[in-house]
């Protein structure tokens, strides 16, 4: 199989907290893993892209220094929502795509998501 | 770039009849498509992928795939639909910037099975 294990799954927390996100790639080796934000009932929008041992990848329009991004291991990203706002109360999905080592064009897998809700 | 679109917010099939979820893609060369399905408060999971090969693609749950090169489509099937199907599906194709690969997804369909 290829689990990918986020957590928390919710997350409440005071407006002006920060707030990290666990992403783990739990029977495979990641070098590439993804951070989407989903808004309610919309698709996802892609955040960065984490590689291991190296800086993220941003999308436009977001924000490096209010999404910190660390890739420290092939199993493991975080994701730290700083100084968090109500704006930034969203669905946060994490997902890793195996090695090429696994064989070429490997999808996606996905963690089952963390609901930030920013009081 | 690479996109896809989903013409179809919703789909409503009764129990026991065939579904189709619609997906068109536009891309420069040759095109690597995924569908994932969402239940409520989950991530995404992997259905079916088409890289190359047989244009029927055949995925999890008993979901098939019929990709067509001269309509750009790429539309979801099953020929027995499950109340349990009841979900978000997502379309998707890779992209590739600079030396990284991405995906690209659709804006989404939900789909209702009714008993």
């Known amino acids: 199989g290829a689990v990918v294990s986020q957590h928390p799954s919710r997350v409440i927390c005071k407006s002006g907290t920060s707030v990290k996100i666990e992403c783990r790639s739990l029977d495979f080796q990641a070098t590439t893993m993804f951070w989407y934000r989903q808004f309610p009932k919309q698709s996802l929008m892609l955040m960065a892209t984490s590689n291991e041992g190296s800086k993220a990848t941003y999308e436009q329009g977001v924000e490096k220094d209010k999404f910190l991004i660390n890739h420290a291991s092939l199993t493991l990203s975080t994701l730290t929502v700083t100084s968090a706002h109500p704006e930034d109360s969203s669905f946060y999905i994490c997902?890793?795509?195996?090695?090429?080592?696994?064989?070429?064009?490997?999808?996606?897998?996905f963690g089952d998501g963390t609901r930030l809700s920013i009081l | 770039a690479q996109s896809v679109a989903q013409p179809e917010d919703q789909v409503k099939v009764a129990e026991g009849n065939p579904l189709t979820v619609k997906c068109t893609y536009s891309v420069s060369g040759n095109p690597y498509l995924f569908w994932y399905v969402q239940y409520p408060n989950r991530g995404l999971q992997f259905l079916l992928k088409y890289i190359t090969g047989d244009n029927l693609v055949k995925g999890s749950y008993g979901f098939e795939a019929e990709f067509n090169k001269s309509q750009t489509s790429f539309h979801l099937k099953k020929p027995s639909a499950l109340v349990s199907d009841s979900a978000l599906y997502f379309c998707?194709?890779?992209?590739?910037?600079?030396?990284?690969?991405?995906?690209?997804f659709g804006s989404g369909t939900r789909l209702l099975v009714r008993p």
């Open positions: 997902s890793a795509r195996k090695e090429a080592a696994y064989g070429s064009n490997q999808p996606q897998h």
């Open positions: 998707a194709v890779r992209d590739k910037v600079d030396s990284s690969y991405k995906l690209i």
